[in-house]
C-alpha cells in the first residue's frame, strides 16, 4: 500500500515537472518578464524560484550539495521585482538538470526510507514529530509546485 501511495505521488510528480518544463519552454526568453496576470509573477521569477526551491530537494533528501544557492536571495527572499536575473536560457537549462537530478534521488528512496527525516529537522525534533519526514517534503513540494503551474497556466 505505501509503494502504491508512493508510485502515485512520484507519477504526478514527474507529470507536474514535466508540464511546468514545457510552459516555460514555450514562454522562452522573449516572454521572460510576462506577468501572469497584472502585478503578479513574472515568468522569469517563477522559473528562477521554482529552480531554488527543487534545488533545495537535493540537499532536504542529504543526497548532495545545492548547485544553486545563488539564486536565494533574488528568488526565495525576495518578491518578484528586482529584476537582474540570470539569463533565462540559464534557468531553464538548470532547472531541468535539477528537475534530473531530483527524479533520480526520488527513484533511489525506498518506502521506508519516505518516512525518515529530512535534513532540515532535528533529530529532536523528528523523535517528538516524526511527521516531518522526507514524504512530507515530496507531498509539500507537489502543491508548491503545482500552485505555480496553475498561475503559468493562466498565460495560455
Known amino acids: 500500500m505505501e509503494q502504491a501511495i508512493i508510485k502515485q505521488l512520484l507519477t504526478q ?26 502585478g503578479r509573477n513574472s515568468v522569469i521569477y517563477l522559473l528562477g524560484h521554482m529552480l531554488a526551491v527543487h534545488d533545495r530537494l537535493i540537499e532536504a533528501l542529504d543526497a548532495g550539495e545545492r548547485r544553486f544557492k545563488q539564486l536565494d536571495q533574488a528568488f ?38 519516505w518516512l525518515s527525516r529530512h535534513h532540515y529537522v532535528s533529530e529532536a525534533d523528528f523523535a517528538k514529530e516524526p511527521h516531518r519526514n522526507r514524504l512530507a517534503i515530496l507531498i509539500s513540494r507537489l502543491a508548491h509546485l503545482n500552485t505555480h503551474l496553475g498561475q503559468l497556466k493562466l498565460l495560455n
Do not use: C
Open 13 to 38: 510528480w514527474n507529470k507536474d515537472v514535466a508540464s511546468m518544463t514545457e510552459i516555460f519552454e514555450k514562454q522562452g526568453e522573449a516572454n521572460a518578464s510576462k506577468q501572469v496576470a497584472p
Open 76 to 113: 526565495l527572499e525576495e518578491a518578484d521585482s528586482k529584476g537582474g536575473y540570470p539569463r533565462y536560457n540559464e534557468l531553464l537549462e538548470g532547472w531541468k538538470q535539477t528537475n534530473e537530478t531530483v527524479a533520480k534521488i526520488f527513484a533511489q528512496q525506498d518506502p521506508a526510507s
